[in-house]
Protein backbone atom coordinates (compact mmCIF):
# COMPACT_ATOMS: atom_id res chain seq x y z
CA UNK A 1 0.00 0.00 0.00
CA UNK A 2 1.73 3.26 -0.96
CA UNK A 3 -0.77 5.77 0.68
CA UNK A 4 -2.75 5.12 3.50
CA UNK A 5 -5.70 7.71 4.85
CA UNK A 6 -6.81 7.83 8.60
CA UNK A 7 -8.53 10.55 10.96
CA UNK A 8 -11.77 10.04 10.19
CA UNK A 9 -14.53 9.22 12.53
CA UNK A 10 -17.77 10.19 14.08
CA UNK A 11 -18.14 14.43 14.54
CA UNK A 12 -21.38 16.70 14.97
CA UNK A 13 -22.70 19.07 12.67
CA UNK A 14 -20.52 21.83 12.79
CA UNK A 15 -17.40 20.00 14.25
CA UNK A 16 -13.61 19.25 13.04
CA UNK A 17 -11.59 16.50 11.75
CA UNK A 18 -8.22 16.03 10.49
CA UNK A 19 -7.02 13.39 7.89
CA UNK A 20 -3.81 12.17 7.21
CA UNK A 21 -2.58 10.75 4.77
CA UNK A 22 0.82 8.75 4.86
CA UNK A 23 2.65 9.23 1.64
CA UNK A 24 5.86 7.70 3.30
CA UNK A 25 6.12 5.16 0.71
CA UNK A 26 6.34 7.87 -2.22
CA UNK A 27 8.44 11.15 -2.53
CA UNK A 28 6.31 14.23 -2.27
CA UNK A 29 8.74 16.20 -4.40
CA UNK A 30 7.39 14.30 -7.50
CA UNK A 31 3.59 14.06 -6.35
CA UNK A 32 0.57 15.69 -5.31
CA UNK A 33 -1.73 14.25 -3.05
CA UNK A 34 -5.79 14.69 -3.94
CA UNK A 35 -8.47 14.27 -1.65
CA UNK A 36 -11.37 12.00 -2.54
CA UNK A 37 -14.90 11.39 -1.26
CA UNK A 38 -17.28 9.10 -2.08
CA UNK A 39 -21.29 8.84 -0.03
CA UNK A 40 -23.17 6.18 -0.57
CA UNK A 41 -24.89 5.82 -3.91
CA UNK A 42 -23.35 9.16 -5.15
CA UNK A 43 -20.76 9.45 -7.47
CA UNK A 44 -16.41 10.30 -6.09
CA UNK A 45 -15.87 13.95 -6.08
CA UNK A 46 -12.48 15.57 -5.95
CA UNK A 47 -12.33 17.74 -3.36
CA UNK A 48 -8.53 18.88 -2.40
CA UNK A 49 -5.25 19.05 -4.12
CA UNK A 50 -2.17 19.81 -2.78
CA UNK A 51 1.29 20.32 -4.80
CA UNK A 52 4.67 20.59 -3.92
CA UNK A 53 3.98 24.26 -3.70
CA UNK A 54 1.68 26.35 -1.40
CA UNK A 55 0.65 27.89 -4.70
CA UNK A 56 -0.57 24.35 -5.95
CA UNK A 57 -3.31 24.08 -4.03
CA UNK A 58 -6.95 23.88 -5.11
CA UNK A 59 -10.44 23.20 -3.07
CA UNK A 60 -13.61 22.42 -4.83
CA UNK A 61 -16.37 24.64 -4.12
CA UNK A 62 -18.51 22.29 -1.98
CA UNK A 63 -15.74 22.65 0.58
CA UNK A 64 -13.88 25.79 0.20
CA UNK A 65 -13.36 27.96 3.06
CA UNK A 66 -13.87 25.14 5.56
CA UNK A 67 -11.39 22.36 4.43
CA UNK A 68 -7.20 23.10 4.48
CA UNK A 69 -4.95 20.88 2.68
CA UNK A 70 -2.02 20.89 3.82
CA UNK A 71 1.58 19.18 4.14
CA UNK A 72 4.36 17.98 6.59
CA UNK A 73 7.50 17.63 4.10
CA UNK A 74 9.60 16.15 6.48
CA UNK A 75 7.39 12.90 7.50
CA UNK A 76 5.68 12.59 3.99
CA UNK A 77 2.25 13.64 5.21
CA UNK A 78 -0.21 15.42 3.76
CA UNK A 79 -2.93 16.77 6.36
CA UNK A 80 -6.91 17.71 5.84
CA UNK A 81 -8.22 19.98 8.30
CA UNK A 82 -11.86 19.79 8.13
CA UNK A 83 -13.79 22.27 9.75
CA UNK A 84 -17.53 23.19 9.86
CA UNK A 85 -18.48 19.64 8.65
CA UNK A 86 -21.80 19.43 7.20
CA UNK A 87 -24.46 15.72 7.59
CA UNK A 88 -23.21 16.55 3.08
CA UNK A 89 -19.76 15.48 4.21
CA UNK A 90 -20.20 11.97 5.51
CA UNK A 91 -18.46 10.41 2.92
CA UNK A 92 -15.64 7.91 2.82
CA UNK A 93 -12.76 9.61 1.90
CA UNK A 94 -9.61 8.45 0.27
CA UNK A 95 -6.16 10.37 -0.92
CA UNK A 96 -4.47 9.68 -4.06
CA UNK A 97 -1.06 10.50 -5.34
CA UNK A 98 -0.33 12.13 -9.05
CA UNK A 99 2.87 13.04 -10.82
CA UNK A 100 3.56 16.25 -10.41
CA UNK A 101 3.81 16.61 -14.35
CA UNK A 102 0.10 16.43 -14.17
CA UNK A 103 -0.17 19.75 -12.72
CA UNK A 104 -3.06 20.94 -10.47
CA UNK A 105 -6.04 18.24 -10.99
CA UNK A 106 -8.66 16.55 -9.31
CA UNK A 107 -8.92 13.76 -12.77
CA UNK A 108 -8.97 10.27 -10.66
CA UNK A 109 -7.48 8.90 -13.73
CA UNK A 110 -4.39 10.80 -13.80
CA UNK A 111 -3.88 9.66 -10.16
CA UNK A 112 -1.62 6.69 -9.84
CA UNK A 113 -1.85 5.48 -6.42
CA UNK A 114 -4.87 5.25 -4.17
CA UNK A 115 -4.94 4.32 -0.46
CA UNK A 116 -7.64 2.55 1.74
CA UNK A 117 -10.19 5.26 2.37
CA UNK A 118 -11.57 6.30 5.75
CA UNK A 119 -15.05 7.06 6.64
CA UNK A 120 -16.37 10.37 7.96
CA UNK A 121 -19.54 10.70 9.33
CA UNK A 122 -21.24 13.47 10.18
CA UNK A 123 -24.39 13.34 12.46
CA UNK A 124 -25.63 14.70 15.46
Known amino acids: VQLQASGGGLVQPGGSLRLSCDAS????????IGWFRQAPGKEREGISY????????YYAESVKGRFTVSRDAAKNIVYLQMNRLKPDDTAAYYC??????????????????WGVGTQVTVSS
Open 25 to 32: KLSLDHYG
Open 50 to 57: RGDRDTKI
Open 96 to 113: AAAPLVAGVTLEPNMYLF
